[in-house]
């Protein structure tokens, strides 16, 4: 046992450290590098969503082909294909298990899946166009989704009841994400404008107009990020002693803005991409932030000083989605040539 675990820690090291290759930089500030890992082909359709499981070695696929794919990320085999969804899959997202799968489609429901059986344990039905966002809240008992019918709608898992209604866009709501405990929602939306909402009382806590043109994503910053955002930009601590909440915005204007959720402030702008940018992220190290747009590239964006320190060619078209792993050396994208692609960091 003793030297099976000798082995193992030696596993891990090498995995951490990724070898000698890696030992000069520390994973915090690992990035994708060219050519990819994989190259995955099977949807039939412009691929629509690419999310990691938070704890097995795979990853799902939405498409505009109606399905959900499930690949392996380390061998690139695929697994499986979900059915259910009768129109384009728009949106997918686990729960901190993994154990649930949340979807939402152009068909107007939103399925809940069990990962471990594969099968669709539920259906909501309730917006009145196509339901174009869904997440998962972090306590995993209800479901947030963003419609085309300018709401956004909360779901008890339990039942498939809708418990709440947001209202307040004046356009499609494009994406909703909840913040990380909770509290807080944030949409985006064809109004130009990113809202935060405060789950308990849904009154809209900020509206942030600065973007030109319809506004696609959206992304919390984690905790990791905070001393890099103060350095960058060297907004005060509040009187509470704490900063943030913080969010990134992309938009079909090109750019990429953060925002100081306290203040309604945009802290910055990142421009750089050619065409409607599609996804953002902050890389899990706090360090950077990762975008994909319909330039067909990923890029990695040095926010502390403002500049876009990498840009991936990343597909033969537009690039729709992406997914940095927490813990493993793995981006994913996915795009309208159909095709799902695994980065490896270094």
């Not at 259910?84 to 298990?97: L, W």
């Not at 998962?136 to 009841?161: C, F, L």
């Not at 992304?219 to 002693?241: C, D, F, L, M, R």
Request: neutral net charge; contains cysteine.
């Amino acid at each position: 046992v003793m030297e099976l675990e000798s082995k193992l820690n030696e596993a891990k090291e090498e995995f951490t450290s990724g070898g000698p290759l890696g030992q000069k930089r520390d994973p915090k500030e690992w990035i994708p590098r060219p050519p990819e890992k994989y190259a995955l082909n099977g949807h039939r359709s412009p691929v629509t969503r690419v999310i990691f499981h938070p704890v097995f070695s795979v990853m799902v696929s939405a498409s505009e082909d109606a399905t959900i794919k499930v690949w392996d990320y380390e061998t690139g085999d695929f697994e499986r294909t979900l059915k259910g969804h009768t129109d384009s899959v728009q949106d997918i997202s686990f729960d901190h298990t993994g154990k649930l799968l949340a979807s939402c489609s152009a068909d107007m429901t939103i399925k809940l899946w069990d990962f471990q059986g594969f099968e669709c344990i539920r259906t909501m039905h309730g917006h009145d166009h196509n339901v174009s966002s869904v997440a998962i809240m972090p306590n995993g008992d209800h479901i947030v989704s963003a419609s085309r019918d300018k709401t956004i709608k909360m779901w008890e898992v339990q039942t498939g009841y809708c418990v709440k209604t947001f209202t307040g866009h004046r356009e499609w709501v494009r994406m909703v994400r909840p913040n990380q405990d909770g509290t807080l929602i944030a949409s985006c939306s064809n109004d130009q404008t990113v809202r935060v909402w405060v789950v308990a009382t849904k009154e809209c806590k900020a509206e942030l107009r600065e973007h030109e043109h319809v506004v696609e994503c959206i992304s919390w910053a984690p905790e990791s990020s905070y001393s890099t955002i103060s350095e960058a930009t060297g907004s005060e601590t509040k009187k509470s002693g704490k900063p943030g909440p913080f969010l990134l915005s992309g938009s079909r204007d090109k750019t990429i803005k953060m925002w100081d959720i306290s203040t309604g402030m945009c802290l910055m702008t990142l421009v750089g991409h050619d065409n409607w940018v599609r996804g953002v992220l902050f890389h899990s190290g706090g360090k950077f932030i990762l975008s994909c747009a319909d330039d067909k590239t990923l890029r990695v964006w040095d926010f502390k000083n403002k500049r876009c320190m990498k840009t991936l060619n990343a597909h033969e078209h537009f690039v729709t989605s992406l997914d940095f792993h927490k813990t493993a050396p793995y981006v994913v994208t996915g795009s309208v040539d159909q095709t799902v692609k695994v980065w490896e960091c270094r």
